[in-house]
């Protein structure tokens, strides 16, 4: 029998956040007695403002040690409101108290953004520089991976049905037909997102209860969410509001806080 993803519901969004900078610190902490950087995977949407509420006033954010890299991102300039990258310096970053130590960022290369093939390739040469600089390994680790569920249950820019979720040998890839505008993007690989130390989806909103009912009730329709629950068996932990799974029959878990 499979094992199931650790599901946590909160009533809102605001009642989320503290458990979720718990979580955050944890994984923080174990990655900083590994090695001497937090790495660290984001996608964008409406995840990057729930990491702002999580963040920003609590203590033990060692944020000049965060590696922060993006799960996906739309290849458009960094001032694009479609930027990932630009999300997270709006609506986190310059957040930060003055003389916050800064977290190193890997953005896309905007000389790259018209070849979505020459900009996978350049991203997936920053993660190898970064994971495997003194050892060859097949895919990277991520200490942490805090993803977003889109509506049709896409993660990441992997897309149900589409053929990038059979991409078993790149790191990063490239698409030029994303369902979902902008369509010229690069992804992180489903291999290389289920290969994460711990993988935390942050869902909230009414309007994700119907994706969210076939993700935990329908599994085998295998959507993008579904798979990762799947294939980072025992790694996966969801963060969701009450009004987001709403009629969806879930073993929700009660969120304790850790000593660290």
């Known amino acids: 029998m499979p094992t199931l993803p650790s599901i946590y519901v909160f009533n809102d969004a605001d009642a989320m956040a503290p458990a979720l900078a718990e979580y955050i610190l944890q994984a923080q902490a174990a990655a900083l007695q590994r090695h001497d950087a937090f790495k660290i995977g984001v996608s964008g949407g409406s995840l990057v403002a729930n990491l702002r509420k999580a963040l920003l006033h609590i203590e033990g954010i060692e944020w000049g040690k965060w590696q922060i890299f993006f799960a996906d991102e739309r290849l458009v300039p960094l001032d694009d409101p479609e930027s990932n990258y630009g999300l997270l310096k709006k609506d986190l970053l310059e957040y930060l108290p003055e003389g916050t130590p800064q977290p190193t960022v890997f953005h896309v290369d905007t000389v790259l953004i018209d070849d979505a093939l020459e900009a996978a390739d350049a991203y997936e040469k920053v993660l190898i520089k970064s994971f495997a600089a003194k050892d060859s390994v097949r895919l990277p680790s991520f200490?942490?991976?805090?993803?977003?569920?889109?509506?049709?249950?896409?993660?990441?820019?992997?897309?149900?049905?589409?053929?990038?979720?059979?991409?078993?040998?790149?790191?990063?890839?490239?698409?030029?037909?994303?369902?979902?505008?902008?369509?010229?993007?690069?992804?992180?690989?489903?291999?290389?997102?289920?290969?994460?130390?711990?993988?935390?989806?942050?869902?909230?909103?009414?309007?994700?209860?119907?994706?969210?009912?076939?993700?935990f009730e329908d599994p085998d329709a295998g959507l993008p969410c579904s798979l990762v629950n799947e294939g980072a068996r025992g790694k996966v932990t969801w963060f969701v509001d009450a009004p987001a799974v709403q009629g969806v029959a879930i073993q929700k878990k009660e969120w304790k806080s850790p000593s660290l």
């Open 143 to 215: 200490d942490l991976l805090l993803l977003g569920c889109g509506p049709d249950g896409h993660t990441c820019s992997l897309f149900p049905g589409h053929e990038l979720l059979r991409e078993n040998v790149a790191w990063v890839a490239a698409i030029e037909d994303s369902p979902k505008p902008p369509p010229r993007r690069i992804t992180l690989t489903l291999p290389v997102v289920t290969h994460s130390l711990r993988i935390a989806f942050v869902a909230t909103g009414g309007s994700k209860a119907e994706v969210l009912k076939t993700i």
